[in-house]
C-alpha cells in the first residue's frame, strides 16, 4: 500500500495542499501563542529605582497578614499606615531622616503622569542638576526632562509656579520636585522615609512597631511607585496570552480534524475502486493513516518554523499596543514546539482515522454507489458525542444558573463556553445543514430558470461538502458573536447597573489621586441647593471558610448622604440602620444576614466586628461593602455626590459647584456623563485585546475557508463539466458555483448565529438572576462584517479553481480520472 500511499500523494495534490496548509497554519498559531505565553511567565529582575542610593528605607505598614489553619494569608492594605511618630522619633536619633512624598501633578504643556516629590528625595535615585538651581521658594520647582527650561512659568492644578531647574530624566516617571516643606504642604501624609543609617542599628529601632518595614539592597525597589507593576503585567499578559492560546487552539485542532475528515471523505470513490479490486478495510484505513502521517509530519515541522518567526511580530505588536510592558520578549523555549507539533500530528491522525474507519467498513458496491449522493453523513458515534456535547452544555448552563450565576459573568467562562457548544453543533451539522440549506434557497429555488433549485438541491445532497465549508463560517461567527456580544452585554450590564443605583444629579471627581482637601469639601457643602454626600474609596477585609482572606471594595460615607444620592440595591435591610457600629454587605459575603456580626479587618488593617445593617444583591460583582467614614481611616474624599434640592435651578448649582472645586481642579460631571466615564464600551486594551483573541483566530478560519472550498471546488471538475455539455455556458456555470458558496456561507453563518445567541441568553439570564436587567448587545456590525469577508472570500476560492477547470474543453474534463 505505500506505493498507492505515494501515487496518491501525487495525484491528489489538490487536497493534500489543502490539508498540509490547514496543518501547518494551526500549528504555527499554536506554537507562537505557546511561546508568547512562555515569554509572560517571568519577569525580569527589577533593582530599586527613586531609592537606588538611598541607605536605608523605612516604610509603614502596607499589607494584612492573617494566620490562618493552612498557613498565613496576605492581602495590600487600601489605606497603608504612616511610620508612627515614635518610631520617627527614635530613627532620628541615628542620623538624618528625609520624608518621602508622592503626589499627582497636572502641568498645562507637561507629560501625562506628573508626580511631585521633595527635592531632598532627588539624591537618592539619584538625579543630577542639568540647568538651573534646587527650589528654595514655595513656588518654585525642579522638573525631569527638557519639557520646560528655567525661568519658564508653569500652571499646575497646585498653583502657578516657575521651574528654577532641570534633571536629566532617568525613565522611571516625569517628576516635579518641590521644596520639602511645601512638599509636605501638598501631601501632608508621608509613608515611607529614608534614614542615613546603619541597617541593624534601624532594624533595632523599629522592632515591635507592628509592621514597619526596613529596606536595604533590592529590597528597596518596594519603595517604588507600584512595584508589583511587573507581577500585574505579568498576570495581564498571562490572561490574554492564555485566552487567545486556549482560543486558537480550539480553532487549529477544531479546523484540522474537520479538513481531513473532508479530506477523507472526498476520496469515497477511490476507496471503493481499492475495495473492488481487492484492497481490505484494515489496508484502507492504514493507507489513509500512512497519508495523514506523512501530511502532518511534515506540516507540522513547518508550522513550528513558521511559529518561530510569528512569535517575535506578536511580542513587538503587544508591546507597541501596550498590552505588553516595555520588556516583554520572546524566550528561548522548547515546550511550546512540543506542544505544537504533537498535537498538530496527533489531531491530523485522529481527523483521518475517524473518517477511514467508516470508509474501510463499507463494501466495495455500496461504496461506489454512495460516491455521487451522500445518503449517510451522520454516523452513529457522531451523532452520540454531537448530542451528549449538547447535553452537557446545556447541563452545565442549568447548573451554573441554579447554583452560581455570576460564574457566567467571569472572562474565562464566556470565553471557553462557547467552544463547546460549537464541538456539537459542528459534529451534528449534518442533520441541520439539509433543512437549513432548503430554507435559505427557498426563494431563489422559486424564481425563474433552474439555477436557484441547482443550488439547493447541490447544498441539500452534497451535505458533507456543505458542512465542512460551513464549519469555519460556524467558528467565526460563532465566537465573534460570543466573545463581543458578551463583553458589551456585560459592560451595558455594569452601567446600568451604576445608573440606577446612582441617584444624584451631580458627580464631582478630583483631578488627582489625593482627593479633595478640607477646604475644598466645605465649598462644596456652602453651595445652596444640593444636598452634598462626600464618600471615599476604601476597602475591608473578611475571612471566609477559615482560609480564604478576601478583599472587599468599600465606600466610607455618611448614611444620611448616601441615602439622598444612592438608591442601592437592597435585598434586605435599610440604609438608615448604618452607623460607625455596622457595615453593608452584599449576597457575595458568607455571612450575609441583617444583625448578624462579622470579623472583618478595615482598609488601614485594624480589625473591628461589625453589624450587618443591610444586605444588597450581588449584581454583576461591583456592590461592594459600605462604612461610615470613621471605618475607613485615612481614606481621602475622591468622590462628592450631589443631588439638586426641591425647585433648585440645574445650572446655577453646576457653575457653583465648578466654582468650588474650580482651585483643586476637580470635574463636575452630570449623572449620565458620569456613568460614560466610568463604564465607557471598552477601553482600548480592552478592545485591543479581543481582537488580538479573535483576530487571529478569525484570520485562521478565514484561510481555512479558503482553502476548504478550493479542495471542495476542485473535488466537482467532472460535475461541472456536466453542466458543460447539458448546455451550459462557462459564466452560468461560474454563477452556478459563486451562489453555491453564497448559500453555504448563509448556513454557517446562521449555525454560528445560533451559538452565539444561546450564549448570549445564557449570560442574560445569569444577569437577571443577579438582579441585573440589561439588554442583550448583539455586534450587528461585527458579524456582519465577518460574514461579509466569508463570503468573498468563499466566492473568490470557489470561483476561482472552477474558472481555470472550465478553461479546458469539457468532454475532456468528464474524462478526467478520480
Known amino acids: 500500500m505505500l506505493s498507492t500511499t505515494l501515487r496518491t500523494l501525487r495525484t491528489r495534490w489538490v487536497t493534500f495542499v489543502g490539508s498540509f496548509l490547514a496543518v501547518s497554519l494551526g500549528v504555527a498559531l499554536i506554537a507562537a501563542m505557546g511561546l ?198 505579568l498576570t495581564a499578559m498571562n490572561a490574554m496570552f492564555g485566552t487567545a492560546g486556549g482560543v486558537t487552539g480550539f480553532v487549529s485542532v477544531f479546523v484540522v480534524a474537520s479538513t481531513f475528515a473532508f479530506a477523507v471523505a472526498q476520496r469515497r470513490r477511490e476507496f471503493g475502486l481499492l475495495r473492488t479490486a481487492g484492497a481490505t478495510p484494515g489496508q484502507i484505513r492504514r493507507m489513509v493513516l500512512h497519508e495523514a502521517l506523512a501530511v502532518g509530519a511534515l506540516a507540522s515541522a513547518a508550522g513550528c518554523v513558521l511559529g518561530s518567526y510569528l512569535a517575535p511580530k506578536l511580542a513587538e505588536w503587544a508591546v507597541g499596543q501596550s498590552l505588553a510592558p516595555r520588556w516583554f520578549t520572546i524566550g528561548d523555549y522548547a515546550w511550546p514546539y512540543h506542544m505544537a507539533f504533537w498535537t498538530g500530528l496527533l489531531v491530523a491522525l485522529c481527523g483521518a482515522l475517524a473518517a477511514s474507519w467508516r470508509a474501510g467498513r463499507t463494501g466495495p458496491t455500496e461504496a461506489l454507489r454512495e460516491a455521487s449522493v451522500d445518503t449517510g453523513p451522520m454516523t452513529w458515534g457522531r451523532r452520540l458525542f454531537g448530542a451528549a456535547l449538547l447535553v452537557t452544555a446545556a447541563v452545565t448552563l442549568a447548573l451554573a444558573l441554579v447554583t452560581n450565576p455570576g460564574d457566567l459573568l467571569q472572562r474565562k467562562t464566556y470565553v471557553s463556553r462557547p467552544m463547546l457548544l460549537i464541538t456539537a453543533v459542528a459534529l451534528l451539522a449534518p442533520v441541520l445543514v439539509r433543512p437549513l440549506a432548503r430554507l435559505v434557497a427557498w426563494l431563489p429555488a422559486r424564481l425563474p430558470g433552474a439555477g436557484g433549485m441547482l443550488v439547493r438541491e447541490n447544498a441539500a445532497t452534497g451535505v458533507r461538502r456543505t458542512a465542512a465549508v460551513a464549519a469555519p463560517v460556524l467558528v467565526t461567527v460563532a465566537l465573534a458573536g460570543s466573545l463581543l456580544g458578551a463583553a458589551a452585554t456585560l459592560n451595558g450590564a455594569k452601567a446600568t447597573e451604576v445608573r440606577e443605583r446612582t441617584a444624584a444629579d451631580f458627580v464631582v471627581t478630583p483631578a488627582g489621586d489625593a482627593g479633595f482637601g478640607e477646604a475644598t469639601l466645605r465649598r462644596l457643602r456652602a453651595v445652596s441647593g ?39 440595591p437592597l435585598a434586605a435591610g435599610t440604609v438608615g440602620g448604618l452607623d ?10 458568607e455571612k450575609h444576614t441583617v444583625g448578624e456580626r462579622v470579623d472583618v479587618w478595615l482598609g488601614d488593617g ?125 459564466w452560468q456555470v461560474l454563477r452556478l458555483v459563486g451562489a453555491e ?20 441568553v445564557g449570560m442574560w439570564g445569569a444577569l437577571g438572576l443577579l438582579s441585573v436587567w440589561t439588554s442583550l448587545v448583539i455586534p450587528w456590525g461585527t458579524l456582519a462584517a465577518a460574514l461579509g469577508a466569508c463570503a468573498v472570500l468563499a466566492v473568490i476560492s470557489a470561483i476561482a479553481p472552477a474558472g481555470l477547470a472550465l478553461r479546458r474543453r469539457a468532454v475532456e474534463l468528464a474524462g478526467v480520472r478520480e
Open 36 to 233: 508568547a505565553l512562555a515569554s509572560s511567565l517571568d519577569a525580569p529582575d527589577r533593582g530599586p529605582e527613586r531609592f537606588a542610593a538611598a541607605p536605608v528605607v523605612v516604610k509603614g505598614r502596607d499589607t494584612l497578614q492573617v494566620p490562618t489553619p493552612v498557613g498565613e494569608r496576605s492581602q495590600k492594605l487600601a489605606q497603608p499606615r504612616a511610620v508612627p511618630e515614635d518610631v520617627v522619633a527614635k530613627l532620628r536619633g541615628l542620623g538624618t531622616v528625609v520624608e518621602d512624598r508622592s503626589f499627582a501633578v497636572r502641568a498645562e504643556g507637561g507629560p501625562a503622569g506628573l508626580v511631585g516629590h521633595p527635592w531632598s528625595t532627588a539624591a537618592f535615585a539619584p538625579y543630577h542638576l542639568d540647568a538651573g538651581r534646587p527650589p528654595e521658594a514655595a513656588d518654585e520647582v525642579v522638573v525631569t526632562g527638557d519639557w520646560a527650561r528655567p525661568g519658564t512659568g508653569v500652571r499646575t492644578d497646585r498653583g502657578t509656579v516657575r521651574v528654577v531647574g532641570t534633571v536629566a530624566g532617568l525613565g522611571i516617571e516625569n517628576a516635579v520636585f518641590y521644596t520639602d516643606t511645601r512638599a509636605a504642604e501638598l501631601s501632608p501624609r508621608s509613608r515611607q522615609l529614608v534614614v542615613d543609617a546603619g541597617a541593624a542599628a534601624v532594624r533595632k529601632a523599629v522592632r515591635g512597631s507592628g509592621g514597619v518595614q526596613v529596606l536595604t539592597g533590592d529590597a528597596r525597589r518596594y519603595a517604588d511607585a507600584d512595584p508589583d507593576r511587573d507581577s500585574a503585567a
Open 606 to 730: 485594624t480589625r473591628k466586628s461589625l453589624k450587618i445593617a443591610a444586605v444588597m444583591t450581588t449584581g454583576t460583582g461591583d456592590n461592594g461593602a459600605y462604612v461610615t467614614p470613621r471605618n475607613a481611616p485615612a481614606a481621602p474624599v475622591d468622590r462628592v455626590d450631589v443631588r439638586l434640592a426641591h425647585g433648585a435651578d440645574a445650572d446655577t448649582v453646576a457653575a457653583g459647584l465648578r466654582q468650588a472645586v474650580g482651585a483643586s481642579g476637580g470635574e463636575v460631571l452630570t449623572r449620565g456623563a458620569w456613568v460614560r466615564a466610568r463604564y465607557p464600551e471598552s477601553s482600548r486594551t480592552t478592545r485591543t485585546g479581543f481582537f488580538l483573541v479573535l483576530g487571529i483566530a478569525l484570520l485562521y478560519t478565514g484561510i481555512s475557508l479558503a482553502n476548504t472550498m478550493v479542495m471542495a471546488t476542485s473535488d466537482r471538475v467532472r460535475e461541472l463539466a456536466v453542466l458543460r455539455l447539458a448546455g451550459a455556458t462557462r
Open 580 to 589: 460607625d457600629d455596622s457595615i453593608i454587605v452584599n449576597e457575595e459575603w
Open 741 to 760: 458558496a453564497l448559500m453555504v456561507v448563509m448556513v454557517g453563518g446562521l449555525l454560528g448565529a445560533l451559538v452565539a445567541g444561546l450564549n448570549l
Open 530 to 568: 444640593g444636598e452634598v454626600s462626600a464618600s471615599s474609596s476604601s476597602a475591608v477585609y473578611v475571612l471566609e471558610d477559615g482560609v480564604a482572606l478576601i478583599r472587599s471594595d468599600a465606600r466610607a460615607v455618611e448614611p444620611g448622604p448616601l441615602a439622598a444620592t444612592t438608591r442601592l
